[in-house]
């Protein structure tokens, strides 16, 4: 029965690594864009400053570098107080580290394509997941229809992020991520130890990944649950204590404010406010969390993502591009498994609202509006709106089988 399916869906994963190769060679011409960012990080942290320092501050006290009177501030453990601009975490730089020894361009070719990888590495991940949980998919020619489109779109999104920008950390996130659940939902055995060392990882490379924290609450068990919470646990104390330990000013890099986009959601909710309100960045991870928890208890695991990447969607004052994987990631997830039917709607209204649409208007206030409209969409329709349920006979009471909804307990 397996072998067939493999078989046939050679071809998908063909197609889709040529699509992708195809947009990593159009991207990468001229990508990379905020590579500057991790290189600089890495060479703080691990040693020194470097030579020039290009649209980075330093933080408390001290002058920056940027042609600013007075010593540089210091790296290493002090980086993040230091710098706040610099907003990924520790397990990025170090992967930037290994990076910038294996290709040209201080390591931005090496990071591209590890990148780009990443992503199709996501579809298969993604694809994995949904036939183990639901195998009768395997057996629908939608669920690969709905694979090569879905991945597709996912693709292109995915490529503006890793070739466009190079954002290793936004990339290392959602990867962990899908590996989390993917250790969360193993059959016969999940590996909840896994499932939060992944979780911890996402958050060691891109603090902002503390949202997906709900992923560790899909275990069988409370024993699972606490197992993946004490992982989860012990990998973060690991990364952040020294630096907190260093210098306790690191938390103020939470702090660090970025403009607030005329074409956001955050302004098309109506917060006004120039800039990063002080409440904005813990209110995305607890909204975040909540919804993801909310979805968790509801039986919608697979929508955890989705809401997650929802929730930094809506309280982020940015708008940039590479924020859209964070929805879509979650929407294929969706898409193949969360939805009664297989079928891409989520992953090509997403990019279309939140890609194509700057293309179509130059109207700030309706691109942030329409951002606010489709994180509403698909926030009413994971939660609210029936999904798939599976129905499972009562063990030796010889009743009728009564319906369970995605992922709760019989």
């Not at 891109?206 to 949202?211: I, M, R």
Request: overall charge positive.
């Amino acid at each position: 029965m397996r072998a067939p399916a493999l078989t046939r869906r050679h071809w998908v994963y063909l197609a889709l690594a040529c699509w992708s190769a195809v947009w990593l060679v159009i991207l990468a011409h001229r990508g990379g864009i905020d590579w500057k960012f991790f290189t600089t990080g890495t060479s703080l942290l691990f040693g020194g400053h470097p030579t020039v320092i290009t649209g980075i501050t330093g933080g408390h006290g001290t002058a920056g570098p940027a042609g600013m009177p007075g010593p540089p501030p210091p790296g290493g453990l002090h980086i993040f107080a230091s710098y706040p601009a610099l907003q990924m975490g520790p397990v990025s730089y170090l992967v930037t580290g290994v990076l910038r020894q294996l290709g040209p361009h201080n390591g931005l070719v090496a990071a591209e394509l590890f990148l780009q990888a990443g992503g199709l590495l996501i579809v298969y991940l993604v694809q994995r997941t949904a036939v183990q949980t639901r195998p009768a998919l395997d057996e629908d020619s939608r669920f690969d229809l709905t694979l090569l489109i879905g991945g597709a779109v996912f693709l292109v999104a995915w490529s503006e992020l890793s070739a466009g920008f190079a954002h290793l950390d936004d990339g290392l996130a959602l990867l962990l991520a899908v590996l989390a659940i993917r250790a969360a939902t193993a059959k016969p055995n999940p590996h909840p130890a896994l499932a939060g060392l992944c979780i911890a990882l996402a958050a060691d490379a891109k603090p902002w990944a503390l949202v997906f924290l709900p992923v560790l609450l899909i275990g069988r068990n409370r024993r699972d649950v606490t197992i993946a919470a004490v992982a989860a646990l012990v990998v973060l104390a690991v990364a952040w204590l020294p630096f907190l330990i260093a210098d306790p000013h690191s938390l103020t890099a939470g702090k660090f404010l970025i403009r607030n986009e005329n074409n956001s959601a955050l302004r098309a909710l109506g917060v006004t406010e120039n800039y990063t309100p002080s409440w904005d960045r813990p209110a995305q991870v607890i909204l975040g969390c909540a919804l993801g928890s909310l979805a968790v208890w509801r039986g919608r695991w697979p929508a955890v993502l989705l809401l997650a990447g929802g929730a930094r969607l809506l309280l982020d004052p940015a708008a940039h591009s590479y924020y859209t994987p964070d929805v879509l990631t979650g929407a294929l997830l969706w898409d193949l498994l969360g939805a009664r039917r297989p079928i891409p709607v989520w992953t090509i209204t997403s990019f279309a609202a939140l890609n194509a649409a700057p293309l179509l208007t130059h109207d700030g206030h309706a691109q942030g509006s329409l951002r606010l409209a489709l994180i509403a969409a698909f926030t009413i329709a994971t939660l609210a709106i029936p999904a798939w349920e599976t129905r499972k006979p009562q063990a030796t009471t010889g009743s009728p089988p009564r319906q369970t909804r995605l992922g709760a307990s019989p």
